[in-house]
């Protein structure tokens, strides 16, 4: 392997690997609806950007939303411009394996899409997710203006309260304002479509709601 240990602490912007100026290369449309991956998107529709552990069973879980109109993977939440999914993985990027979800919001409530987020994984387990381990896995939700923000604190503070009462610990999601989405290598793309028997722990087998926590809206 390229990188054989990984640290458990967030690189700072000295440690980080450098990256790259252009992007890595991956698909231009996606391989289940044939829409536009990167754009241009539709006037109307809105973006927001999950992190829950392995994107791969993650994109899969927001595609088949109603009112989603394309999702892709990716990168997100560090310091590395443009990383690979090597440099991602050795944990000295300082980003998570992330789902950028364009979507319609006269169709599907960001509400909803948080929904999804909170009961699709555990949101206490730190820089891991079940048996994913490393900085690349840890829950976060990067937020597009004030109003994501307020929604995503108050929705992490109701679930927070509610796996108290079941018994988990503190809620470790990481909320910040949205940076730059860096588009994750074309095969990762809509893995799990191109790869029918492909595995992953969130939403590959259908372990959806790991903890079970369910809020009413």
């Not at 992190?51 to 394309?70: H, N, Q, S």
């Not at 994913?132 to 929604?151: F, L, N, P, V």
């Not at 679930?159 to 009462?165: D, H, I, S, V």
């Amino acid at each position: 392997m390229l990188f054989s240990r990984k640290p458990a602490d967030l690189p700072t912007a000295q440690e980080a690997l450098k990256g790259r100026a252009e992007p890595i290369p991956t698909a231009s449309a996606h391989f289940v609806n044939q829409r536009a991956l990167k754009g241009p998107y539709p006037d109307g529709l809105e973006l927001a950007q999950f992190g829950m552990g392995c994107f791969w069973g993650v994109e899969r879980i927001f595609w088949k939303l109603p009112g989603v109109w394309v999702t892709a993977v990716g990168y997100a939440g560090g310091v590395t411009p443009n990383p690979t999914y090597e440099e991602a993985c050795s944990g000295r990027t300082g980003h998570t394996e992330a789902v950028l979800v364009v979507f319609d919001s006269k169709l599907i409530s960001y509400d909803a899409l948080l929904k999804t987020f909170w009961e699709g994984h555990n949101p206490t387990q730190g820089m891991r997710q079940g048996n994913d381990t490393g900085t690349q896995y840890r829950s976060a939700i990067y937020t597009y203006g004030e109003d994501q923000a307020k929604a995503a604190q108050a929705s992490k503070a109701a679930y927070e309260a509610a796996l108290k009462g079941r018994g988990f610990g503190p809620v470790t999601t990481e909320i910040k304002p949205a940076g730059k989405f860096y588009f994750a290598e074309e095969y990762h793309q809509q893995y799990l479509a191109r790869n029918p028997g492909g595995y992953c722990g969130i939403g590959g087998t259908g372990v959806t709601c790991p903890i079970g926590v369910a809020i009413e809206a």
